[in-house]
């Protein structure tokens, strides 16, 4: 017999901020980064499957979801931009890379509008688990049987005590 399994959302919610000039010495155009990554995997800490939404601008670019890349990084998560390939930056280009490794968390961007990259390792990154519609569904289904069972419970014992 076939199982049909389905991959888990899960949700990437991070805050990076401190961000200091990786070449050049500049000031970074925008010193708190914050955003979401929805994304699909098998299990927390398996393989990402797919990338199904993302909340982020930096310094004017607003990222879509065919954008980034996501992999298992150690006990964590490695996300960035598909500009360089090598999990490093492009200057001069709308990248980021991010991972989630506690102990090495690291946010690291640079922008088409200058040629620097910045980098800080001030990053708050939680991801969670996102509860299935169906599963929400049939728990509302599952209160509202019970609050008809037990109204309809009462008006029986009110019209057994009349008789």
Same mark, same amino acid.
Do not use: C
């Given at each position: 017999?076939?199982?049909?399994?389905?991959?888990?959302?899960?949700?990437?919610?991070?805050?990076?901020?401190?961000?200091?000039?990786?070449? #050049? #010495? @500049?000031?970074?155009?925008?010193?708190?980064?914050?955003?979401?990554?929805?994304?699909?995997?098998?299990?927390?800490?398996?393989?990402?499957?797919?990338?199904?939404?993302?909340?982020?601008?930096?310094?004017?670019?607003?990222?879509?979801?065919?954008?980034?890349?996501?992999?298992?990084?150690? %006990?964590?998560?490695?996300?960035?931009?598909?500009?360089?390939?090598?999990?490093?930056?492009?200057?001069? @280009?709308?990248?980021?890379?991010?991972? @989630?490794? %506690?102990?090495?968390? #690291?946010?690291?961007?640079?922008?088409?509008?200058?040629?620097?990259?910045?980098?800080?390792?001030?990053?708050?990154?939680?991801?969670?688990?996102? %509860?299935?519609?169906?599963?929400?569904?049939?728990?509302?289904?599952?209160?509202?049987?019970?609050?008809?069972?037990?109204?309809?419970?009462?008006?029986?014992?009110?019209? @057994? #005590?009349?008789?």
């Amino acid at each position: 017999m076939a199982s049909f399994a389905s991959a888990d959302t899960f949700e990437l919610n991070f805050t990076a901020s401190g961000f200091a000039s990786v070449i #050049n #010495n @500049t000031s970074a155009p925008q010193d708190l980064v914050s955003g979401r990554i929805t994304f699909e995997a098998d299990a927390l800490g398996a393989p990402v499957i797919s990338i199904s939404s993302v909340d982020l601008v930096i310094d004017g670019h607003v990222y879509q979801a065919s954008d980034i890349g996501g992999e298992v990084f150690g %006990p964590g998560y490695f996300f960035g931009a598909h500009v360089s390939d090598d999990h490093g930056i492009s200057w001069g @280009t709308d990248d980021f890379y991010m991972t @989630t490794v %506690p102990g090495i968390a #690291n946010f690291t961007y640079s922008s088409s509008n200058a040629f620097d990259g910045w980098s800080t390792a001030q990053l708050s990154a939680a991801v969670t688990q996102v %509860p299935e519609p169906s599963a929400a569904a049939m728990t509302l289904a599952g209160l509202a049987g019970l609050a008809g069972f037990a109204r309809r419970r009462r008006t029986l014992s009110v019209v @057994t #005590n009349k008789a």
